[in-house]
């Protein structure tokens, strides 16, 4: 079972559509943190979010942490080629700072 | 500042061989980090280190082999490749350890590795 189930698993989608994709768990986290990792390279933490509720942007980028700290979310206005890659919701349990990875969601934006 | 660096980026192997997986960084990071990645699995976590001198086992530990050499570098093992083993291997290490609340991990380009 896993701990972290994101979707959809994939997305195509044209520059300019807008798009949002979830990360859900039965479990409740003190944070959790979307990372984002393009071909051949290794993921790259884009937010950490820590309060039931909290919103955050990043440019076009805005994340949510659910209520109740179960689920997050990460919407996308206005899609670029520039954000393809695959994008990972990740939570730290155990000691040591150790990160548990959803599966992922590989979104492709085309011209 | 080069970040976390992997040796080498890729490499064959046929089952039964071993080989030594490099990582280092240069952010005076406490702990590191092994993960494997496969297709519809994320990332998972194979071993870790808190801080220099310790080393434990995450999620999927069978069939290898870990040392953390100095702060700086941590490296992971094949003892006797098999083809489950095929994945792309990533090294992350991160400032904070086991009695902080946690924090970014950077990683490394990853390798690919390939046993037939």
């Known amino acids: 079972t896993q701990l972290l189930e994101q979707s959809p698993q994939f997305l195509s989608i044209q520059e300019g559509e807008n798009l949002t994709v979830y990360c859900n768990s039965s479990s409740v986290f003190s944070s959790l943190q979307w990372y984002r990792q393009e071909p051949g390279e290794g993921p790259v933490l884009l937010v950490t979010v820590v309060t039931g509720g909290e919103v955050k942007k990043l440019k076009r980028l805005t994340f949510q942490f659910g209520d109740a700290r179960k689920d997050s979310s990460l919407h996308i206005t206005a899609a670029q080629p520039g954000d393809t890659g695959l994008y990972l919701c990740?939570?730290?349990?155990?000691?040591?700072?150790?990160?548990?990875f959803g599966t992922g969601t590989r979104l492709q934006v085309t011209l | 500042n080069a970040g976390v660096t992997q040796t080498p980026k890729f490499q064959v192997l046929k089952t039964g061989q071993s080989m030594t997986l490099q990582c280092a960084q240069d952010?005076?990071?406490?702990?590191m980090y092994w993960y494997r990645q496969d297709p519809g699995m994320g990332l998972r976590l194979i071993y870790y280190?808190?801080?220099?001198?310790?080393?434990d086992k995450g999620e999927v530990p069978n069939g290898y082999n870990v040392s953390r050499l100095n702060k700086r570098e941590f490296s992971l093992r094949l003892e006797s490749a098999a083809p489950s083993q095929t994945s792309v291997y990533f090294c992350a290490s991160s400032e904070y350890g086991s009695w902080q609340g946690g924090g970014e991990q950077y990683f490394g380009p990853g390798t690919r590795l390939t046993v037939t």
């Open positions: 280190s808190a801080s220099e001198g310790t080393t």
């Open positions: 952010m005076n990071h406490n702990s």
């Open positions: 990740a939570v730290i349990t155990g000691t040591a700072s150790k990160l548990t």
